[in-house]
């Protein structure tokens, strides 16, 4: 009986270790970028203004990096792109249960260099998210992600987009909506 | 009419009062008691602040008179300072020329050809907008003229005086187009105004310049750009115009107007110590050894050690172009020659709005935070000259780093390699040089007519070098030391930024950079420890198991 219970503690022990493991990965998804910064994210911006008919509006772009310069640090460029949809948020904010997770919004989409000179994309894994809620905002949350995916789908052939400004900083609080408005967020 | 109610309440009034100022008074009084006395006047927050200079150029008469042209300006400087453009004309910012004294190869901007703009020679009218002289249009130039010496351009302080490509080293002395047919108006410069407002040069006049080197902002060095004008701490420590606020000259200190520091011949070495005031150096003041000695960090002397073979600047400058402006990496001439379908120039943007096409330059490539490229480097530059001989395939090094791991004299520098492809002779298999830049009606120029053969021939003929007729284009590379741009010590890069397989040293040969590289022998005899001491535990462990289950 106690080595039954010994092996059962021990399974739990390795799968609890081996989720801790795997979270970070299964929560937020890490993928390089064929184009440097600014193009990264006017391709990224120019995909969220393209599904306008699903109410995703550009709501800010802000550049974290810029409050470590203000404070006399160095950090390599980070630009976080914010959208978001009155389609999916107002199920959210509508109901009293689920209000609180109006802290993931806007969705975001953050485009970063690493010290290899290289550009990443990062974005929350919003469907498995989604899943520890309950089915209503998991319902929600698996089309935001379905969304999201078209958001980092370049077409290499079409040019380069004009970066949007939008409310740039980060850190000082201050983060505003950009073109396009909040968007119900 | 008053009534007794309205008396009373008047008294009371009056009562109120008399108490409320007393308590005033009484609180007045103890406050002061508590206080200090109040200074006098408030000094220098409201004082204009005190020049440091023993001159006010404003008095001198000889600068008291309107000005019509930069040399009449010199003319009158030179009244007083009656030797400096003798020491300005023994400058390399004068000559634009550099003699190698060591492998004696001519340098200088009048000798080189680059991968950016190429070459100076005919094309003297637009280049000489960075030449501290008036009135170089072509190879006639007399450089013994005193007059020709510009002193405004490094000692402006109004920030108004701005020499305009295409004048031959002039600024604008009546309002004029600029760039021409750009529709904008560039206004004359108060040549009088800027004369009496003259004094030590700054980031801002050396910037003028060294930060557009390459034909823009950023564009050649990397880690000189506009953004160094009034940076902040984070880009640069020594320059931080709220901290030290280090002008170009603190490090390049100038004697007789010869500023030290060279690209040419660059000092990778510095073993001579921190400089000492009174003590005769000869050795370069601008390094950072100079100030900061062989033996720099306080309580670490492993980091001491590394800075046997690591030049500061690998650590402490992690990224050029950290100021939000872009710096310049590839310049393809192949491409240039695009017109519209009207026959006009055209110019493509990229999404940060940096011209990236230009039917005058061809196509362009930016990078920002850009991380350096490692070398060993011991201060020895070769160039690829005009009439050297290249390879048609390849890539051709416009300069070429000396130095290795076994010399003794290199170190690991970063630097910027800024790539290119542009016009070679075919034939004799030599770079050539362009004439990009011509006036009105000038049929020769490239700007001007988009015909390469022309414009070859016209700038091949201007320094009388022989052109086959048959041109291509070749790829090239050209490396800039990254020496500005110093962050913050707690932003120097970390160990495991170099001590990784992947880390920024991944390619420097010829030294053992545990965490890089692996020993097979020492990793078999680790592995072999790490194995025994595991064997060891569980031996142990059953043993204690086999032991306490006999007892039982």
Not at chain 1, 20 to 30: I, K
Not at chain 2, 281 to 298: F, I, L, R
Not at chain 2, 518 to 541: E, M, P, S, W
Request: proline share 6%; glycine share 12%; aromatic share 8%.
């Amino acid at each position: 009986m106690l080595k039954v219970l010994g092996g059962f503690v021990a399974g739990l022990l390795v799968l609890g270790l081996t989720l801790w493991n795997a979270a970070s990965h299964l929560m937020f998804t890490e993928r390089e970028s064929p184009f440097g910064l600014e193009e990264t994210v006017a391709r990224i911006q120019a995909n969220i203004v393209a599904q306008k008919d699903k109410g995703w509006s550009l709501s800010g772009l802000r550049n974290p990096a810029r409050a470590v310069n203000q404070a006399g640090g160095n950090v390599l460029p980070v630009m976080m792109v914010e959208a978001c949809s009155p389609h999916y948020s107002k199920p959210i904010l509508k109901d009293d249960t689920t209000r609180f997770l109006s802290i993931l919004m806007p969705c975001k989409v953050t485009v970063y260099k690493k010290n290899d000179g290289k550009v990443y994309i990062g974005m929350m894994n919003a469907a498995l998210v989604g899943k520890l809620f309950g089915a209503t905002v998991g319902g929600v949350m698996a089309q935001v992600a379905q969304d999201q995916a078209k958001f980092v789908e370049f077409d290499p052939s079409k040019p380069a987009p004009p970066l949007i400004q939008g409310t740039e900083g980060g850190g000082s609080g201050s983060g505003g909506s950009g073109p396009g408005g909040g968007g119900g967020c | 009419m008053r009534t007794v109610e309205s008396e009373i309440e008047g008294e009371f009034m009056a009562k109120r009062i008399l108490i409320t100022l007393t308590l005033w008074l009484a609180a007045g009084l103890a406050l002061a008691a508590e206080q200090p006395p109040a200074p006098a006047a408030a000094p220098a927050a409201v004082a204009k602040k005190v020049s440091a200079s023993t001159a006010d150029h404003t008095k001198f008469k000889q600068l008291q008179q309107s000005f019509g042209s930069g040399p009449e300006v010199t003319k009158a400087c030179l009244e007083c300072h009656t030797e400096a453009a003798k020491q300005i004309h023994r400058t390399s910012h004068w000559t634009w020329e550099f003699m190698n004294p060591e492998n004696k190869q001519r340098l200088g901007k009048r000798n080189i050809v680059n991968n950016f703009c190429t070459a100076v020679p005919s094309n003297y009218e637009f280049c000489t907008a960075c030449h501290i002289g008036y009135n170089w249009k072509d190879e006639t130039f007399d450089f013994t003229s005193e007059s020709n010496v510009d002193c405004l351009v490094c000692h402006d302080t109004t920030g108004t005086y701005r020499k305009l490509p295409g004048l031959a080293g002039h600024p604008a002395y009546q309002e004029m187009e600029f760039p021409p047919h750009s529709g904008k108006k560039v206004k004359p410069v108060d040549l009088t105004k800027v004369a009496q407002n003259v004094g030590k040069t700054s980031r801002e006049t050396c910037g003028a310049c060294h930060f557009y080197g390459g034909g823009g902002d950023g564009v050649k060095h990397g880690d000189m750009d506009s953004s160094l004008k009034m940076p902040g701490r984070y880009l640069d420590v020594h320059m931080d115009a709220k901290g030290l606020n280090f002008s170009c000259g603190t490090c390049h200190m100038a004697t007789s107007h010869q500023v030290p520091g060279s690209r040419y011949m660059p000092t990778a070495v510095d073993r001579e110590g921190a400089h000492v005031r009174g003590k005769a150096d000869k050795t370069n003041p601008a390094t950072c050894v100079a100030c900061h000695g062989n033996g720099p960090h306080e309580h670490e002397p492993l980091l001491d050690t590394h800075a046997r073979k690591i030049a500061c600047q690998t650590c402490h400058i992690p990224q050029y172009a950290r100021g939000n402006v872009a710096t310049k990496t590839l310049w393809d001439w192949s491409t240039a020659g695009q017109l519209s379908p009207d026959g006009k120039p055209i110019m493509r943007k990229d999404s940060a709005g940096r011209v990236v096409y230009d039917s005058k330059k061809g196509d362009f490539r930016f990078d920002s935070h850009a991380i350096p490229t490692y070398i060993w480097f011991n201060g020895k530059v070769n160039y690829t000259l005009l009439g050297t001989p290249i390879g048609a395939t390849g890539v051709t090094r416009i300069n070429q780093f000396e130095g290795g791991p076994d010399d003794g004299k290199s170190m690991i520098w970063p630097v910027k390699v800024f790539h290119g492809k542009q016009p070679y002779d075919a034939q004799t298999k030599s770079l050539v040089i362009p004439h990009t830049y011509g006036g009105e009606g000038d049929d020769t120029a490239y700007w001007s007519n988009f015909d390469w053969e022309k414009a070859i021939a016209a700038g091949m003929k201007s320094v009388n070098a022989p052109y086959s007729g048959k041109f291509g284009f070749v790829e090239t590379e050209m490396s800039w030391p990254i020496t500005h741009m110093v962050a913050p010590k707690q932003d120097a890069l970390a160990c495991d930024q170099c001590h990784s397989r992947s880390g920024r040293l991944k390619d420097i040969g010829g030294i053992y950079i545990p965490g890089r590289d692996h020993n097979r022998l020492i990793d078999l005899i680790g592995f072999a420890l790490a194995g025994l001491t595991l064997i060891g535990v569980i031996g142990h462990g059953i043993g204690r198991y086999i032991s306490n289950r006999k007892r039982a």
